[in-house]
C-alpha cells in the first residue's frame, strides 16, 4: 500500500533558499542519503529526476545554488544527524518548505493502522529551525 505524506512549512517572512537549507544544517539535518547526496539536477523543470551521487558537499552546493539563481525548484534528501531518518525537502522560489518523510520514516503503530507517521518527531526537528520567522504548518497523510 502506497502512503503519500507531506509537511509544508510557511515563514512569516521570506529569506534566502540557501539560507534555509544553511538553518537546517546548522540545527541538525545533513545531506548524507546513506553515504551520498539525492538532489533535483540543474534544468529538471519539474520532472522530479533526483539523483541519487557520490559528490563533495562543495559541489552539490554549488548546484543548489545555480538552482536558486535560476529561480528553479530545489530538492534535496536530508537525513537528521546519526539517524538516517530524513525525507526529501523541496523549497519553493517564495520559501515555502515541503518536506516529505520518505527516508527511514519514523511511525507509531495505532490499534486500527498499520503505521502512521509519527508526526511529532519531525516538527520537534523543524520548526524550532526557524525560529520567529515560523509562520504555519500542516501535515497531510494518504494512505
Known sequence: M???ISIEISLSKQISRMTIL??????????????????????????FNWQNKSI???????ILVIKDNQKEL?????????TDVGGTFLIKEN?????????????????SYNSITDVNWYVTKLIPVFGQLFESMSYNEHV
Not at 563533495?56 to 554549488?62: D, N
Not at 530545489?74 to 546519526?82: R, Y
Open 2 to 4: 502506497s502512503v503519500s
Open 22 to 47: 544553511r538553518k537546517l544544517e546548522d540545527f541538525g539535518w545533513s545531506y548524507n542519503d546513506q553515504g551520498k547526496v539525492t538532489y533535483l539536477p540543474i534544468g529538471d523543470d519539474n520532472y
Open 56 to 62: 563533495p558537499l562543495e559541489e552539490l552546493l554549488k
Open 74 to 82: 530545489i530538492g534535496v534528501a536530508m537525513t537528521w544527524k546519526d
Open 95 to 111: 520559501g515555502t518548505i515541503l518536506m516529505s518523510p520518505d527516508i527511514n520514516r519514523k511511525v507509531l503503530d495505532v490499534e
